[in-house]
């Protein structure tokens, strides 16, 4: 089941696109978060919505939002995929699928495939706090874009 609004968010150590070690606990205090749950690196939908974020992303950093994408594939898929696309923002690797799991965000099946990230969006505040959360069943719907900002605004 997907948290939800008012749960406290699971933290987590993943790898980005360097090999280093991100927590989200290391923005406790300091930054609200924006969780994107993306299913597989080089696909259209995933590609689009990545590139859109990225050039959008001072709009974020003025909402005062750190803002991590999250897909199942390997750092080193991710950072190729980061690169040919433009893709700014920071990438995490959850391969072992843990992540996305305790937040609810998997597809039983996709594509042939289990365990891959649904198309999520969750906004954890400066407190640990889940502040907003959209779990896509589709894995073509994006999330609620104006929705997000709207409590980025509120917090």
């Known amino acids: 089941m997907a948290l939800c609004p008012g749960d406290q968010a699971p933290d987590f150590t993943l790898k980005n696109t360097s090999m280093e070690e991100v927590s989200l606990s290391s923005f406790r205090g300091t930054s609200n978060v924006l969780l994107l749950f993306v299913p597989f690196a080089f696909t ?5 919505e990545l590139c859109d ?21 390997s750092p080193f898929s991710q950072k190729a995929w980061a690169e040919k696309e433009g893709i700014g923002i920071a990438l995490l690797s959850d ?26 969006a ?3 505040d400066k407190q640990g706090v889940v502040r907003f959360a959209s779990v896509s069943e589709d894995a073509k719907v994006l999330p609620d874009f104006a929705a997000i900002k709207a409590c980025l605004e509120s917090l």
Not at 44 to 48: D, L, N, P, Y
Not at 56 to 70: C, P
């Open 44 to 48: 259209g939908v995933c590609t689009q």
């Open 53 to 73: 974020i990225t050039q959008g992303l001072s709009g974020y950093a003025d909402l005062d939002a750190e803002v991590l994408g999250i897909s199942v594939d």
């Open 95 to 120: 391969l072992n699928k843990e992540v996305s799991a305790a937040y609810g965000a998997q597809y039983g099946e996709l594509l042939g495939y289990t365990g891959v990230a649904k198309r999520s």
């Open 122 to 124: 969750f906004i954890v």
